[in-house]
T-cell receptor, first 114, second 114 residues
Framework: DAGVTQSPTHLIKTRGQQVTLRCSPI?????VSWYQQVLGQGPQFIFQ???????GRGNFPDRFSARQFPNYSSELNVNALLLGDSALYLC?????????????FGPGTRLTVL | AQKVTQAQTEISVVEKEDVTLDCVYE???????LFWYKQPPSGELVFLIR??????QNEISGRYSWNFQKSTSSFNFTITASQVVDSAVYFC???????????FGTGTKLQVIP
């Protein structure tokens, strides 16, 4: 079975631009979460979506938004990009939305903001 | 609030040596879940193990073993007879919230030298 897929793999943007990252969960998984991983750090939780509804949000500004589609895929949008948004953005999927549901991660999208 | 501390930033071992990666966690919840993930240079987080707070039994999977001790809030990971393919960054993570906001440690970079 295919794992979590993310697109694009790499992305270069300039300050002030907007970016959309995409994620397709493992087949049968209904929950998608997004994490930001800055170089040298552990992933930081951004959002969790389950059945198209936001279930959790981390400490990120309103410039970050996300949504989940009926097929459970998800998009993460970041507006007004800052240099500090440069990071690896990881998507994780799980069967359900509970904390004992193991999250499986995709390969990530590496965003560089110049 | 939940917190995960991985005090070892980098560890180097010679192939076939045993190595233990330390993880100390903080949470006020009585029910929580602990995880270990491996992140090879490709960037994708690979799930290794999940442990709930009610199960203190140690677990062994091949060359990997995990020691969970609630009394010291630790969840250490040992690799026996390390191999070059074990070289990666290893993350310990904790989920004690009501949804899937997983808190990651800062990771331990393991280098296995042939």
């Amino acid at each position: 079975d295919a794992g979590v897929t993310q697109s694009p793999t790499h992305l270069i943007k300039t300050r002030g631009q907007q970016v959309t990252l995409r994620c397709s969960p493992i087949s049968g998984h209904k929950s998608v979460s997004w994490y930001q991983q800055v170089l040298g750090q552990g992933p930081q939780f951004i959002f969790q979506y389950y059945e198209k509804e936001e279930r959790g949000r981390g400490n990120f500004p309103d410039r970050f938004s996300a949504r989940q589609f009926p097929n459970y895929s998800s998009e993460l949008n970041v507006n007004a990009l800052l240099l500090g948004d440069s990071a690896l953005y990881l998507c994780a999927s799980s069967l359900g939305s509970q904390r004992d549901d193991t999250q499986y991660f995709g390969p990530g999208t590496r965003l560089t903001v110049l | 609030a939940q917190k995960v501390t991985q005090a070892q930033t980098e560890i180097s071992v010679v192939e076939k040596e045993d190595v233990t990666l330390d993880c100390v966690y903080e949470t006020r919840d009585t029910t929580y879940y602990l995880f270990w993930y491996k992140q090879p240079p490709s960037g994708e987080l690979v799930f290794l193990i999940r442990r709930n707070s009610f199960d203190e039994q140690n677990e062994i999977s091949g060359r990997y073993s995990w020691n969970f001790q609630k009394s010291t809030s630790s969840f250490n990971f040992t690799i026996t007879a390390s191999q070059v393919v074990d070289s990666a960054v290893y993350f310990c993570a904790l989920n004690s919230g009501g949804y899937q906001k997983v808190t990651f440690g800062t990771g331990t970079k393991l280098q296995v030298i042939p």
